[in-house]
Nanobody, 124 residues
């Protein structure tokens, strides 16, 4: 059974940084693409970033490009989201997800397994 567990969320001041981690188990982690999504109160879940199975390719939402970095350590079965220059619009529950293919994917429908989410709150 595939399990994803996020950690690293919390309260941070505007302009600060956080690093989210997502630990995976239950399947061959290095074979599959991963993604980060977020959902703010009253809004739909939105794409944040995706990385392919080897970590050689990444893609970001325009809203986080240049501020967030997705990476993975296949030896540790973990994907990361480094978030810098945070602002109030980044406040949301952040979810990691894994999909059936090895490449990049922007749509939530392409991901079959999700973590429980971790709250990120940015105070202004």
């Amino acid at each position: 059974q595939v399990q994803l567990v996020e950690s690293g969320g919390g309260l941070v001041q505007a302009g600060g940084s956080l690093r989210l981690s997502c630990s995976a188990s239950g399947r061959t982690f290095s074979a599959y693409g991963m993604g980060w999504f977020r959902q703010a109160p009253g809004k739909e879940r939105e794409f944040v970033a995706t990385i392919n199975s080897s970590g050689s390719r990444t893609y970001y939402a325009d809203s986080v490009k240049g501020r967030f970095t997705i990476s993975r350590d296949n030896a540790k079965n973990t994907v990361y989201l480094q978030m810098n220059s945070l602002n109030s619009e980044d406040t949301a529950v952040y979810y990691c997800a894994t999909r059936g293919g090895s490449g990049l994917a922007l749509s939530a429908e392409e991901y079959g397994y999700w973590g429980q989410g971790t709250q990120v709150t940015v105070s202004s």
